[in-house]
C-alpha cells in the first residue's frame, strides 16, 4: 500500500465517520468532549473526585455513540470514562442538529 493509498484510505475512513455522526446526532441528548474522546449520549454522570491535590472526573454514558475512526461499532450502550483533564458536556436543541463538528476533530 502506498503512502497515497493510506492517505486516501484514512481521508475515506472520516469521511465515512462525519456523515455517520450527521445521521446520528438527532437521536441523542447531550454531546461530551473530553481530552482523547468524542460522544454522543442519552444520558451522562458525572462524578469529580480528589486525590490530595489531584482532581479527576470520572463519566458514566449511556446509550451512546463514539467518535473513533477505528472502531467497527460505535454504538455502546454504556461507558465509563475517566479523565485529568477538563470536560465538556452539552445538552443538544432540536436545532443544534444542524451544528458542524468540533473544530478539534
Excluded at 493510506?6 to 481530552?35: C, M, Q
Excluded at 470536560?87 to 476533530?105: G, T
Aim: proline residues 1%; charged residues 30%.
Amino acid at each position: 500500500m502506498s503512502a497515497e493509498d493510506l492517505d486516501n484510505f484514512e481521508s475515506d475512513a472520516e469521511l465515512h465517520l462525519y456523515r455517520e455522526y450527521r445521521d446520528v446526532l438527532k437521536l441523542f441528548k447531550y454531546v461530551v468532549e473530553v481530552d482523547r474522546r468524542f460522544y454522543l449520549c442519552n444520558k451522562v454522570d458525572v462524578q469529580s473526585h480528589s486525590t490530595g491535590t489531584d482532581v479527576y472526573f470520572e463519566l458514566t454514558l449511556t446509550d451512546a455513540w463514539v467518535w473513533d475512526v477505528y472502531r467497527t461499532s460505535r454504538f455502546i450502550k454504556s461507558a465509563r470514562v475517566v479523565t485529568f483533564k477538563d470536560i465538556n458536556v452539552e445538552e443538544l436543541s432540536h436545532s443544534d442538529a444542524d451544528m458542524d463538528i468540533p473544530s478539534q476533530f
